[in-house]
């Protein structure tokens, strides 16, 4: 007898052991099946109690099968296990539960008890205090698969040892048989040494098979495990191996309806837990187990020439070899993966190339166009190297331009294109600031050709970078501005014109007004002139009265003499001068010069002239010509007010660096359609308007650099806010 690995430290008397089991083992350790059944409950009983370790205890009915050791087994094991009482107790295999069964109450301490691993009902499961695992199929599925595998044996072969396992199996194949006596025949092999046993084996027919029950002990005594005893049967049968049991199976035999014990004894592991956690034992039902499988080895249908179709449906065939895919599944991955990698490296060449091949087509394209524009735009354009900053290519119309042959111009510094070195020096300057700062300059100024003619251009030039940044070309283009400049002179010549024939005609507005200016002077110049005449006719003449008639005379000729200046002044056509001038001085001379106008119309003119504004420079003639028409302008807008309720009002006041002069009217105001056209060229809203005063004052103002806007009064008439800044020169010529 052999006692158990896992056996708890003997406890007190009478103790009882509410979280314990108790595992009787009817063979020894090391018999597979019942080691397989044994390790399943184990598990079980872990998972569910993860501090509880199980008492076991083996019969070694396998080595000891007649069971003499029985009584002295008892006797130990009442003495051992009398005063305590288990949870539960698991037999494994018949012999264990029929001992079990007897000892119940002597030993066990009627503890409940949970059988596993019988293919056949007892009549002792009947008995109280009882439950268990049984597999309802028993031999039936295993002889039925057998004969549909083998459908033309003529007769079966049984293999079974006289142990209490084998004479079981035997008893239950002997009631399988009476179902298959007209078909074949059944014939166990005798109980023979193993040696002896090889010659039996070698001996059975080719049209018959051999059932393999139980072999675990032979004639000589000799105890032998259940797969290699089958390993060794095999090497010496021809004829395909059957079995009841999976534990066999991948050791020699060929399959069959196979049991798996390992299910029974986790069903009757799960019983145990039940009723340790305080379930009824009687109330918990024998489980029968459908527990067969047909399983098959793929190497034995191989070696008997067992083709898959002849399985059962739903067969399970191990040790089937893989397909060459499995078996190299890593290698042929890796081998399609790298290909894939291949593949699409070389796709996305081809794509590279194609791309390549397509931005060469247009780049050479490209180049193509650029080389016609390059040779065929009007204006010149230079390509300097930046680093030794010399001309490396330039086009036919630098040539012309300049008039120097290709091969001078290649290798030079632009320099030699300036007026003067000066000139140069101070352009480079400015260009590399421009570029560094902003990419890019641009520029005004006068360049010479090869006969040294000097003649105006417009210079712009962008910077080439590389990858790094770093600055490697420059790229100049040079537009001759001799026509356009031409051009703005005629143009000027031409506003100068119209702004002369606006004076005049503004003079001619005012003619009358200007005439009664001129006469008031000249009719006191003739009565003092007359008056002188009577006092020298006296005896003796008045000296005193004369001189003092004289002194009218002069001061009535000065004032003639300013009206003329003033009048000459406005109405002679010469070239805008630039000059400082007093902005409140002009608002004075020009109501000066429009006094009589003023009178003629009704109107009040109030000034509020802030003192002490700051010079401007600039057009002064052009700033009167600019206030003279807004007064004007005033003047009509009030047209249709009452006499007594015409006002204008000139203010003046410095703001910042500019001097704002406002105009403001009482008069109809200006429509909203008119707003934004008012200051466009020959656009009027008078019936014998030119449409010339606005523009051209706006755009007298815009030369100054000044500002020149109208907006409505909140209650009537339009104000317009003449603003220049202080110290502001003008241009020479007026621009839009």
Known sequence: MSTGFWKCPPPKKNIEFPRQVFILNSNHPGQTTTDLQQDAIIEVLRQAFPNSVPTIEYMDLKREPEGDHLRQMRSLLRSQYKDKKYAAIITIGAAALDFAYQNRREIFNDSPLIFCATRSFQPVMTKGNMTGAIVNEGLHSAVDTMLKVKKNIKEVFVLNDESLTGLGLRRQLDEVITHYQNKVRFKYLPHLALEDLYKEVEKIPPDSCLLMLSFTNDLLGRTYDQQEVAKLISRHCKVPIFDHSIVRLGYGILGGGLADPTGQAATAARMAVRIVNGEDVNRIPIAYLRGSKNMFDYAQMERFNIPVSALPANSVVINKPKPFYEIHKTVILASLAIILVLVLAIWMLLINISKRRTLEDNLSETKEILEKIFASVKSAYF???AEKRTIVNCNPAALIMFGYEREEMIGLNMGFLFPSTELHREFSEKMYAALTEHGAFRYDYSMKTKEGKIFPVNHSITQVLDKSGKRTHLVSVIYDLTERKNAEEQQR?????????????AIGEVASSIAHEL????????????????FLSLDPPAIHEIQNILEDIVRDNKRAGVVMGNLRNFTKAKPARLESFHINDSIRNVLSLLNSE?????????LDLEPELGLLQGDCMGVQQVLINLILNAFDSMQEVHPSERRLLIRSAAESDQVIVSVKDCGVGIKEEDRETIFDAFYTTKHDGLGLGLSISKRIVNSHGGMLRAVNNPDKGATFHLTLCIGSKGSDNYAD
């Open 383 to 385: 390509i300097n190297d």
């Open 598 to 606: 003023t009178i003629h119309n009704n109107t009040v003119v109030t």
């Open 493 to 505: 010549q031409q506003w100068e014109q119209l702004e002369h024939n606006n004076r005049l005609a």
């Open 519 to 534: 006469n008031q002077p000249l009719t006191a110049i003739l009565s003092n002139a007359q008056a002188g005449r009577r």
